[in-house]
């Protein structure tokens, strides 16, 4: 038995999605930790595509409870357009539970992120615009609406009064946006509250009869470790923490729950929206990664920065994380370069440094001090084994396991989940991975 986290170790994208349905085989329960509709992941089924934003891909499975927990935020509306998807595609949802004490986005959240990232003007943050901070910011004021709040007409009423006062005055005066009527929410909002009640539960108290029970616990967080509230790229980053300790809080378990960290990493780096990026690209090696790696968000659609592999941000999320092993993503889309540069260090004011500067300012003025590496020219898409890896394929993994000094467990090599090598299931191998320096 192993309760494992995963998480993101660059800006997120990293392909945790695919990870962690892979790793979902091997687990009786998925939980997602914190975050909102603002992440999202793709998955590929049997050449069908699915996307999902709040619920686990552990839903794939179909004996696996899938627990979206507490420290998360929930758009109803998209959850139960996702338990639609699903129910087309005729994938059970017995397992999805949805915990009551999880914080609500309401409509007056996604008009004022929209209107508050509009008049940042040039200093805009990159928000998905889907009301996730301002959700987050009422959480963190106790003037929020909660999962248990939509199941009790007098109580949603009593817990909505005060706020939607306070955002239709926000919205009509400062920011020039029609009122929101508080009958037409209440409605719309009971409504979403009956449909999603048979999945709703105390979220704690479920994970810790999963652990009396000795099942396997996987805990999936959304974004990245550079997006962390406290510790990524700040102010350009997410409102919750995605980083390994979030799981704790979010889901209500104590660290000495957890067995083990896995961090997500691709093969190269990428961003989306506003803010320092040491490595990025531009021209034609960016655009060959982005049109080889598809890179374009799962809930935005916007086209994603793409950069060489920065290895002084992958050292720091081994560090945060306290990650064991690494899941390295996407090694596929660097099959046609001739090189491949990783960024071992930065340079600032004129001085090395191996590390990851606390301030904003200070990072955007890094600039990335490389070493080369050569390409294999060939395709790895077919590849399973570690040994049927072009030489030079094994070099780059080995360059990367050495950098961040951290062991690899699992290369993937498409998107598809057959295009896989696991050297080692992190949930039922030995606590060790073969592929290092």
């Not at 609500?104 to 209107?115: E, F």
Request: aromatic residues 6%; negative net charge; glycine residues 10%.
């Amino acid at each position: 038995m192993a309760n494992v986290v995963v998480i993101g170790a660059q800006w997120g994208d990293e392909g945790k999605g695919k990870i962690t349905d892979l790793l979902s085989r091997s687990a009786d329960v998925v939980v997602r930790y914190q975050g909102g509709v603002n992440a999202g992941h793709t998955i590929v089924v049997d050449e069908k595509v699915l996307k999902l934003h709040l619920i686990p891909s552990g839903i794939l499975y179909k004996d696996t409870i899938c627990l979206i927990g507490s420290g998360t935020v929930i758009d109803p509306k998209v959850m139960l357009k996702e338990i639609d998807m699903l129910l087309e595609n005729d994938i059970e949802i017995t397992g999805l539970q949805l915990s009551s004490t999880a914080h609500v986005t309401m409509p007056y959240h996604r008009l004022l992120d929209q209107a508050m990232e509009h008049k940042r003007g040039e200093k805009r943050i990159g928000t998905t615009g889907r009301g996730i901070g301002p959700t987050y910011a009422d959480k963190s004021q106790r003037n929020g609406i909660r999962v248990i709040d939509l199941l009790d007409e007098h109580r949603l009423r009593e817990r909505l009064d005060g706020p939607l006062k306070e955002k239709n005055l926000l919205l009509e005066k400062v920011y020039g946006i029609e009122p929101l009527d508080r009958e037409k929410l209440m409605k719309e909002y009971l409504e979403y509250g009956n449909r999603l009640k048979p999945h709703v539960v105390d979220c704690t108290r479920t994970i810790h009869q999963a652990s009396r029970r000795k099942e396997n616990i996987l805990f999936e967080g959304a974004q990245g470790t550079l997006l962390d509230l406290d510790h990524g790229t700040y102010p350009y980053v997410t409102s919750s923490n995605p980083v390994s300790g979030g799981a704790c809080i979010g889901a209500g378990v104590g660290p000495t729950l957890i067995d083990r960290v896995i961090g997500v990493a691709k093969a190269y780096t990428t961003r989306v929206g506003e803010g320092p990026f040491p490595t990025e690209l531009q021209g034609r090696i960016n655009d060959q990664l982005c049109d080889r790696g598809s890179e374009f968000g799962t809930t935005t659609g916007r086209r994603r920065r793409c950069g060489w592999f920065d290895g002084v941000i992958g050292r720091y999320a081994v560090e945060v994380n306290g990650l064991d092993c690494l899941a390295i993503t996407k090694l596929d889309v660097l099959d046609e370069l001739e090189e491949i540069k990783v960024c071992v260090a930065y340079e600032l004011n004129e001085e090395k440094i191996d590390h990851f500067p606390n301030s904003a300012e200070d990072f955007e003025q890094c600039k990335p001090i490389f070493q080369t590496l050569p390409g294999w020219k060939c395709s790895t898409s077919e590849c399973r084994k570690l040994e049927e890896l072009p030489t030079a394929a094994m070099g780059y993994l080995r360059f990367l396991a050495d950098l961040m000094e951290v062991p690899i467990a699992i290369v993937s090599l498409g998107a598809s989940r057959d295009q896989t090598i696991v050297v080692e299931d992190p949930i039922h191998g030995p606590k060790r991975a073969l592929l290092s320096a």
